[in-house]
């Protein structure tokens, strides 16, 4: 339903991973190849930690990515070492900027490509099993919000894989029990500004598409005249919903069902089990 | 927080009412006189039944109304004999269209004027109370949506003030429970096309100012110039949380726990008194 | 760049035609078959008469068409006898209101499909052979708001055909003064309440396409279970950038190069030549 | 009309100055003392040069800058020696973008409170004076911009107080000629990322309020208790339509009539006089 960009490793000005590349995001919001919407146009967000990697600013905003001129200046001008962008396309949740990602709570960023199955009939149950002292900071509509909240109800502060993978478990469970039979469809990224985690996942094991960038040298070919990717670090990674440039053989497609941390040295992906709650 | 004007009675033309007053309800989405804020400039939306009056039209959005063209357009081409218009100061909670009045479910709208007091402590109480089977329609984050969809879950459509008096009643209760002294402030209208509602209730007996127009006259004083105002029924009324126009002489302060139903021939208020549930 | 509809027949409610048929405009909006661009996702308008004919409603905003709620609501609750909408890709110019069409002064509405080539280089002199005393009443940026200005100081008001000609033949001589071999690329349409006028033309003689439906049955049969249409007038007719439904037969292709009044009895087009300014 | 801050100094974070102080612009867009109007809700801006002062970043949006989470974040997020903010009262020119301030062109940054007495009648003799080469760059329809171009047309690039007082020449002379008795009322801020311009004039030496803080002491006594501001350089100045905070003996009026260059060692405002064109 939407299209999402990660990105960590050395700072780097937004714009020449946001506009630069061929098929970059923002030409994505406009025509994406892979998705399950062609359009993504009702929304965008781009979140970024600065140098001190404490609390991400995050911008939303309710209209096209590809015609925005804030973001534009935005990405211009802004320089991270890891940010996430997302065009959102919307399945009938109110166009809000509440309903864009990535969504923040603290340090924390997240967002998702997918649904729940059925969501309006699943949401009650979801928000009540969210942390009661959390409830009120749900400002918007969408699924993606509640499973956030869920994960972090479930201790995304102290691990990661383990409170995605009781969220997963807890919607599948109450999914199952209102007669949902594949409850479940995601692509996560997750940061704490320090490392980042992405996640692929389906009930139906046909989980929505997630490329990894093969290496640092990924990278540096997305735009083999510029100067700036000449100095990237080894360990720096995107993980992207659909391929940017005209470069498939470059990027590792993340296996189904599996998660991954995104850091310097270890680029392997583990299989992800929702956990019964 | 906010300031709101009904409309019932012989069919007119929205601008006549919404920006050819003197102190109209767009003059006063700048610069309010009775108001705890003096801007209501975050967001604004009107509601009309056409002829039929079966469900209404409701357009909101999240600019101010005072500089909005396309309100100004439909105002002066629509006619109506029943219609709402809000204009929003938020208290916090996001500028969206999901959280701007009036709010309408079927044939019924609902805005309101006041607050749920320390509603992020109470909201998800409250949100309980709803009918599980509506929880989903749910799209904003205030207290009013959930007020509304709690009148609902009570009866709204059977028996107006009392779906009213068991909302009240039981926000008082969660209130008075999770050691809120003075829970609730409203003024609000309520219709379903055909007739009129408007309470005004505050849990400390200092409610929010609100205004009944004392007759036709006081609607065809607002522009004595004006040919389109001559023919307008006896039974036609203006409720508004503060008066148009120069002439307060004209208008009956709506007494402090009471409600009324504005309908020809009958002008009277009866106390309003929450229903414990 | 973009996607119109021209509406003239008996009254009907705008949604009828804007969401109902299979291909509708507001689906040409997400995804056009025949345009330059397959989406027109920046910005959206609706002009309607009302049943008196004179000044027109004219609604426009920055969104796009295929998510706004508001413009769902106005159709579902507008009904006119002659009405235009438009779905806009921009080719580089401002996202804004005052970019978007359908243009209005006074009783007149105006919009566009296609350029001005080299808008950038030709602005100044077309701006400045606008009626002195309308300068100020631009308030955008596009071709299309000059071109409509220029037919105005043409003398759209007495003579649409010809008013129209003038505008190209200066648009052509003044292009071409400037080395523009093709200068002028259009579909238009224009109104005075009374009447509904299309234009097919470029310098190329390769027009933007342009449709215009058979007969009142093409209506009545892009819904063919619904009753609201089996009354409409043998006169009824849609003009379109591309055809609605799945029903291409239906639809006689505007010639190239040529211009038609849409009214009951003549369905005659008519060859267009830019005259000589 | 409009209310503006212009910085130089020391790198702060934005909302240190935007938010924290006691009567911020921020606050003033909700209500200004000191302006023509109350209300400053018809759009906002923000520029700001990076450590490289070259091409500033331009941040411009229609709503009110109260209400405004994207600018509450990048305030929070960015940092900056020399920028600009602008809260804006529309007199009835579009709310759109291309209508905000700052206006950017290349590495100047210019903003305005003001107006230019009956613009509409004299809008087409000003554009007609702007350098051909420029007048496509022309977006919006406010006075301010084409002020902007009159000021590079005449020689900012060169000579910022000649370039500004052969703009206001200009407009004098076409005011009087027009019959226009006091053509111009402005409050300006221009910048090149370098140095920081200052302009307080109108015609009837009447010219809306402008203060600049008096010494870095102002800057750091906004927040007393701020660790951020203990550090502020001798040099850095604050410029604004009205005092922030609630210490009017820290600012110095503009005198009437005058300009100033903000930079380090020089405060003095030398008399401005319209040069004649």
Sequence with gaps: MCRWLAYSGTSVVLA???????????????????????????GYGVGWYGSERDTPAVIRDTGPAWNDRNLRELADHIRSPL??????ASTGSAIQQ???????????????????????????????????????????????????????????????????????????????????????????????????????????????SLYCSAGAETVRALHPGQEFLRGVSEGTRLVVSEPLGGLPGEWDEVPESSYGVIQPGTDDFLPFVPEPV
């Design 83 to 88: 940010f996430f962008a997302h065009v959102r």
């Design 16 to 42: 020449d991973l946001l506009y630069k590349p061929e098929h970059s995001l923002i030409d994505q919001s406009l025509h994406s190849r892979m998705g399950v919407e062609t359009t993504n146009g009702d």
């Design 98 to 208: 509440t309903n864009c990602h990535p969504f923040r709570r603290g340090r924390w960023m997240w967002m998702h490509n997918g649904a729940v199955t059925d969501f309006h009939r699943l949401r009650r149950s979801l928000s009540l099993a969210v942390d009661p002292a959390l409830f009120a900071a749900l400002e918007g509509s969408t699924d993606s919000e509640v499973m956030f909240y869920l994960a972090i109800t479930f201790g995304l502060d102290q691990d990661v894989p383990g409170a995605v993978a009781r969220m997963a478990g807890l919607i599948e469970r109450l999914g199952h029990e209102a007669g949902v039979e594949y409850p479940l469809q995601m692509t996560v990224a997750v940061s704490d500004g320090e490392r980042l985690w992405a996640f692929r996942y389906s009930s139906l094991r046909a989980s929505r």
